[in-house]
């Protein structure tokens, strides 16, 4: 069982990687702001495509914030990060703010669910033997 300084540290991490994701990336994608159009052809995305991303972008983060559906979300989340990489790296812009979002987030995942520290670590046995902390 993790601690519940581990834990609450995890919820925390989780609800602003979810702030981020949802409330200053996702949501931003179906409001109109000045510059949105250059950005977008900047990155050579059509703007039609901003609520596509947006509606992706707030999806897997929602599964993400589900506890049930966490892991889940959070592959999909690190999937949808990747395109994020590559359409900054195409036009050479910074690219690692994805990569800090989506180390955090694995980060607060494995501080909430100690079993995808073990995974990762390569100890599938503590995650067979019961005691991985991962009961609902």
């Known amino acids: 069982m993790p ?3 581990k834990r609450i540290t995890g919820y925390v991490l989780t609800a602003l ?31 039609d495509l901003s ?7 707030i999806a897997v983060t929602l599964l993400f914030l589900i506890p049930r559906t966490s ?6 989340v690190t999937g949808y990060l990747g395109g994020a990489i590559w359409a900054h790296v195409r036009v050479g812009d910074p690219w690692f703010f994805p990569i800090i979002i989506g180390v955090v987030m694995w980060v607060a ?17 503590a995650c067979l033997s019961g005691t991985n902390g991962n009961t609902p």
């Open 71 to 76: 892991f889940v979300g959070a592959i999909l």
């Open 51 to 57: 609520p596509v991303l947006g509606v992706l972008e």
């Open 109 to 125: 995942l494995g501080l909430r669910k100690p079993v995808i520290f073990s995974l990762a670590c390569g100890c599938p046995s």
């Open 3 to 5: 601690s519940k300084a």
């Open 17 to 47: 990687v979810g702030l981020f994701l949802i409330g200053a990336s996702g949501v931003p994608k179906f409001i109109y702001f000045p510059g949105k159009k250059e950005m977008f052809d900047h990155l050579g995305i059509t703007t």
